[in-house]
């Protein structure tokens, strides 16, 4: 009988700090729950404040991932000048173009708004067909871009 009662004393601390550990391990998980929307609700944040942008662009990549345990898709979009922008796209939107399509790219920041494949202008043509390089000397240089526009432009990158 003694063997019991030592055998009961000492899985009774036992338990004392399972119960400790459960407790760090449910806060834990608590924090970091937490962490998480802060940030999310950060990111979201900066992409209301950004400006709505709409850009010529050609996507240049798809792919496909996962963000925790949902999957995601992503189309990568690069400009005239050679400057890329990966976003993540419905898997609508991911399935309905493909890449090398060209058209007119709305975005806000990280946000993706909206996509409308266009017949590209005669003097964008070469410029996203050849990212980076300056436009060749047999086409025509891009239209004049106004004042405000290009001062947007600057102040962040495509």
Known sequence: MDW??????????????DA???????????????????????????????PVRTVWARISYKRTGE????????LTFRAPDGTSRELRVSLKDFQTWSEGDCGELTY??????SFT???VPAELRYALSHPGQQLSPAMPEQPAVPAETEAQNRSEPF
């Open 4 to 17: 019991m009662l030592r055998l009961a004393e000492s899985m009774a601390g036992l338990f004392r700090y």
């Open 20 to 50: 400790l550990l459960i407790l760090g391990l449910a806060v834990g998980v608590f924090m970091l729950g937490r962490w998480v929307i802060k940030r999310d609700e950060r990111e979201e944040k900066k992409n209301s404040a950004a």
């Open 67 to 74: 963000i925790g345990i949902e999957p995601a898709w992503f």
């Open 108 to 113: 806000q920041r990280r946000r993706f708004l």
């Open 117 to 119: 494949p266009q017949e």
